[in-house]
């Protein structure tokens, strides 16, 4: 089974700060998910890759499959990005998926 | 855009009762799933049923039953609640690959 490791666990950034959160894995995978969870609990699914760089807005993800690694950037942060990121790893199916246990991001005004 | 809706956004249980969490979404998938999310923990997989009628174990199926008699709602049983299951619990569904469309969760209280 997978091992999903993210850090930090929790960061509080100013507003307009750059920030990132890392996602290390143990075991080869088809694909990575980056998730937001808000207060309140729903999830949304902010990108699936599985090499390079994807962008959407403010956010950006990136993954190294030598290294078993990725990164989520938010550049410009402001407060209502302040949430839970949370790391998947898959290896085919949506049933194979492990997660992280989440970073806690709070951007303050 | 796919919808995943819950029963219930909050529910208050007492040890021994039988709980039902339904979760319905709009899309056809085959695919639907029954999370638990616990502080430190992530979240662990309770089962998941990849058609009308067919379902397989989790990660940690213990307590739990579930039931799909429709393709578009799943159901989480918890046949005798217990403080132990205290948690937030998401339903997701997908069709064949590997993205998942959460509901937006219950927090389930056992006192």
């Known amino acids: 089974k997978n091992e999903v490791e993210q850090s930090p666990q929790n960061l509080t950034a100013q507003e307009g700060e750059f920030i990132t959160i890392n996602c290390s894995y143990s075991v080869g995978i088809s694909a990575l998910h980056w998730l937001q969870q808000h207060p309140g609990g729903g999830i949304v699914s902010l990108f699936m890759l599985s090499s390079g760089k994807k962008k959407h807005g403010r956010l950006i993800a990136t993954i190294n499959i030598q290294e078993k690694h990725s990164s989520l950037h938010i550049t410009a942060s402001h407060p209502r990005d302040s949430a839970v990121y949370i790391c998947a790893v898959g290896s085919g199916s949506a049933r194979q998926l492990t997660f992280g246990s989440g970073t806690q991001l709070t951007v303050l005004p | 855009d796919v919808k995943v809706t819950q029963s219930s956004r909050y529910l208050v249980k007492r040890t021994g009762e039988k709980v039902f969490l339904e979760c319905v979404q709009d899309?056809?998938?085959?695919?639907m799933f029954w999370y638990r999310q616990d502080p430190g923990l992530g979240l662990r997989l309770i089962y998941f049923?990849?058609?009308?009628?067919?379902?397989e174990k989790g990660d940690i199926p213990e307590g739990y039953s579930v039931s799909r008699e429709k393709k578009e709602r799943f159901s989480l049983i918890l046949e005798s609640a217990s403080t132990n299951q205290t948690s937030m619990y998401l339903c997701?569904?997908?069709?064949?690959?590997?993205?998942?469309?959460f509901g937006p969760g219950t927090r389930l209280t056992v006192t």
């Open positions: 899309m056809d998938h085959e695919n």
């Open positions: 997701a569904s997908s069709f064949y690959r590997p993205s998942l469309y």
């Open positions: 049923s990849y058609d009308v009628k067919m379902k």
